[in-house]
């Protein structure tokens, strides 16, 4: 017949073998998240980039110069969190009130892969777009765009932030 002792020293066994398995899986969740998650998809870990990538200091202004007119664009933008964002970014400028309708888009292409012939953007060729690391730290774009001539210019740019798969992760419109 088992003693005191032989179920205390059992119960001690269990209890250090429940204790190692605790152990075991906390270190293999670590290993796990070190080890095998990749940083190739940051975007996944930022959450809604409408809330992730912010912009400041958007300017636009018409300059005239003896090539023609253009609009030049300034703005700001970054990530809200301590991640590294590859992206590209295009810039469109548009007048929808007069038909036909008028655009522009920086970097400089014409009608193909990145915006249709009425200027409707769709990114289907992300590289065609400018180049940039999004990171917690300000990133300043300058941008270059023709202006059509006449008394209806653009009134509204639109920047696009696309990802290297070609998702569109954030649209915002500024009027100017």
């Known amino acids: 017949m088992p003693t ?3 179920f205390r020293r059992r ?4 209890g250090l073998v429940l204790l190692a398995l605790i152990i075991a899986l ?12 990749v940083d190739d998809r940051p975007i996944e870990r930022i959450g809604p980039a409408h809330e992730a990538i912010v912009f400041d200091r958007f300017s636009a202004r018409r300059e005239r110069s ?13 990530t809200t969190m301590n991640v590294s964002l590859p992206s590209y970014v295009f810039l469109v400028a548009r007048n929808d009130q007069v038909v036909p309708k008028q655009w522009a888009i920086w970097p400089p292409q014409g009608p193909g892969p990145a915006i249709s012939a009425s200027g409707h953007f769709h990114g289907a060729t992300p590289t065609a777009g400018y180049a940039v690391v999004l990171s917690d ?10 202006q059509p001539t006449g008394p209806l210019q653009f009134d509204i740019v639109v920047v696009y ?4 798969d070609g998702r569109i992760l954030l649209t915002r419109p500024f009027r100017i």
Request: aromatic letters at 6%.
């Open 161 to 164: 932030v696309v990802d290297a």
């Open 137 to 146: 730290q300000w990133e300043h774009i300058d941008a270059t765009m023709p």
């Open 11 to 14: 119960d001690r066994f269990a």
């Open 26 to 37: 906390g270190g293999a969740l670590v290993l796990r998240r070190t080890v095998f998650d």
């Open 66 to 78: 003896a090539e023609g007119d253009r609009l030049s664009v300034s703005l700001r933008m970054r």
């Open 4 to 6: 005191r002792n032989d």
